[in-house]
T-cell receptor
Framework: SQQGEEDPQALSIQEGENATMNCSYKTSINNLQWYRQNSGRGLVHLIL?????REKHSGRLRVTLDTSKKSSSLLITASRAADTASYFCATDVSGNTGKLIFGQGTTLQVKP | ETGVTQSPTHLIKTRGQQVTLRCSSQSGHNTVSWYQQALGQGPQFIFQ???????GRGNFPPRFSGLQFPNYSSELNVNALELDDSALYLC?????????????FGEGSRLTVL
């Protein structure tokens, strides 16, 4: 079963604009992670935020976590055409690194 | 490049056949997790191997089985293939099971069942 629901399912923006993706989940978590996937290939880890953290930055990425609302957001600033990909949130509910529950993903298209 | 390699990259099977997919984990990683990703969906956890033992299983039937070898590489076996088994199969390696951290994914094996 899918724990996470992502919104929107698809997003199309112009290069240079910011992209915001949201993720909601159902049960308590140890951490929440965001992954990127290019066109049906392997997933690449972007950022991890622990349940006791509220905000985290990595380069052009900003992630927020609101455990009271069971939601997270991923902001990509100054987007580039190379950011075109699917983005997935994944929650660690068991404390086991390998047992992540993924959402259905947001497909981002950045137009040059 | 994550250092995780999977083979084969693509394969086609017919219903009822059996398939074996292989994964070499990143150097130093002793844990391999397998995921199934149907088209347009997020990955779903199949099972995990830690130090050659199965360490947790998702909601998949027993015809999905696996192995981990002393060098920590791993195999996923699926018997009696069904059409719904068509998917991208991803393996991911990590160091240990309780340390919170990222997973390193391979590029996947795309299985088509006809």
């Amino acid at each position: 079963s899918q724990q996470g629901e992502e919104d929107p399912q698809a997003l199309s923006i112009q290069e240079g604009e910011n992209a915001t993706m949201n993720c909601s989940y159902k049960t308590s978590i140890n951490n929440l992670q965001w992954y990127r996937q290019n066109s049906g290939r392997g997933l690449v880890h972007l950022i991890l935020i622990r349940s006791n953290e509220r905000e985290k930055h990595s380069g052009r990425l900003r992630v927020t976590l609101d455990t009271s609302k069971k939601s997270s957001s991923l902001l990509i600033t100054a987007s580039r055409a190379a950011d075109t990909a699917s983005y997935f949130c994944a929650t660690d509910v068991s404390g086991n690194t390998g047992k992540l529950i993924f959402g259905q993903g947001t497909t981002l298209q950045v137009k040059p | 490049e994550t250092g995780v390699t999977q083979s084969p990259t693509h394969l086609i099977k017919t219903r009822g056949q059996q398939v074996t997919l292989r994964c070499s984990s990143q150097s130093g990683h002793n844990t391999v997790s397998w995921y199934q990703q149907a088209l347009g969906q997020g990955p779903q956890f199949i099972f995990q191997y830690y130090r050659e033992e199965e360490n947790g299983r998702g909601n998949f039937p027993p015809r999905f089985s696996g192995l981990q070898f002393p060098n920590y590489s791993s195999e996923l076996n699926v018997n009696a293939l069904e059409l719904d088994d068509s998917a991208l199969y991803l393996c991911a390696s990590s160091l240990g099971t309780v340390r919170t951290g990222e997973l390193f994914f391979g590029e996947g094996s795309r299985l088509t069942v006809l």
